[in-house]
């Protein structure tokens, strides 16, 4: 892809309007990029845009937004279900869809066959094969991770991932897009887990061993890690907040890449089977019925 940089960003699609995909589209229009945002259900696309809304409302209502700053992200974000229509026009894509390879590689397949050589496409995996991603695309130099963190409109960290095949242009354009939205990027290349996954999933994974064999209760290992070591939040916390089954995937995907350090417990394991996926379905690690 030719030299640009972010300022030259008018318009972008974000695919998926799910927690990731509306997050992301919130901070692209924030910023004040044309944004589109794209699921295959009208139900989908509008619980998305609702978000956002909801988010910004909050935002006003703690004096973190202005209502002309809300005004305008509203103005620059809309809702497409036909693949087309939301990515005509635009000099950049990401995804966010479910972590699930063939999914990607045939959004990417897709992608690589409707859109110019000069479109940046990004997918917001949190652990997959970049590499294996824009193999399914025609020009996979113009292809890279923008790993972004939940909730995208809050938190600053944005992964920027490249392959051996992504070039320069791409990533510097990445990066630059990412400071452009608010966010504080990191350069990082492809390999399982990229860095902020795969430490964290090893922390997580030891946390989580630790409650199986009784070492200490979830609250004080979580209260071990913010207090003693300054985390924000705790491993385990954040392991319902960020689904038990995505980082059960997750840490299959690294056990199998990087060996048995990543071996999911089996705690881990009971606890998906039984439907105890953390925050979305009311209990994981915590109670958050009581929690509220």
């Known amino acids: 892809m030719t030299d640009t940089n972010a300022a030259s960003i008018e318009r972008a699609a974000v695919l998926g309007a799910g927690t990731m995909g509306h997050g992301i589209a919130h901070v692209l229009a924030a910023c004040g990029v044309q944004t589109r945002l794209f699921d295959v259900s009208e139900e989908a696309v509008a619980r998305g845009l609702a978000k956002i809304e909801a988010n910004l409302d909050k935002g006003v ?39 699930r390879m063939e999914l990607k590689t045939g959004i990417f397949r897709e992608l690589g066959a409707k859109l110019d050589e000069g479109v940046l496409l990004a997918t917001n995996t949190s652990s997959l094969s970049i590499t294996e991603i824009a193999d399914a695309t025609r020009h ?28 320069d242009a791409a990533a510097e354009l990445a990066l630059d897009l990412a400071r452009r939205m608010g966010k504080d990027p990191i350069d990082v290349r492809d390999a399982p887990g990229f860095a902020s996954s795969r430490l964290g999933i090893a922390i997580g994974m030891e946390a989580i061993r630790m409650v199986e064999e009784e070492v200490a209760s979830a609250a004080d290992i979580d209260k071990a890690m913010t207090l003693g070591y300054g985390f924000p939040m705790g491993p385990l916390k954040l392991t319902d907040l960020v689904g038990l089954d995505v980082r059960l995937a997750i840490a299959e995907y690294l056990s199998g890449e990087l060996g048995d350090r990543f071996t999911p417990p089996q705690l881990l394991r009971d606890k998906v089977d039984r439907g105890e996926l953390g925050k979305k379905s009311g209990q994981g690690f915590y109670d958050w019925n009581r929690e509220g």
């Open 61 to 99: 209502a703690r004096g973190k937004v202005t209502e002309e700053a809300r005004a305008g992200a509203l103005a620059k974000v809309s809702g497409a279900t036909v693949l087309d229509e939301a990515i005509e026009g635009v000099q950049a894509v990401i995804e966010a869809v479910p972590e």
């Open 140 to 167: 996979p130099e113009r292809v890279v991770g923008m790993h972004f963190f939940n909730p995208v409109h809050i938190m600053k960290l944005v992964e920027i991932v490249r392959t051996e095949r992504s070039s």
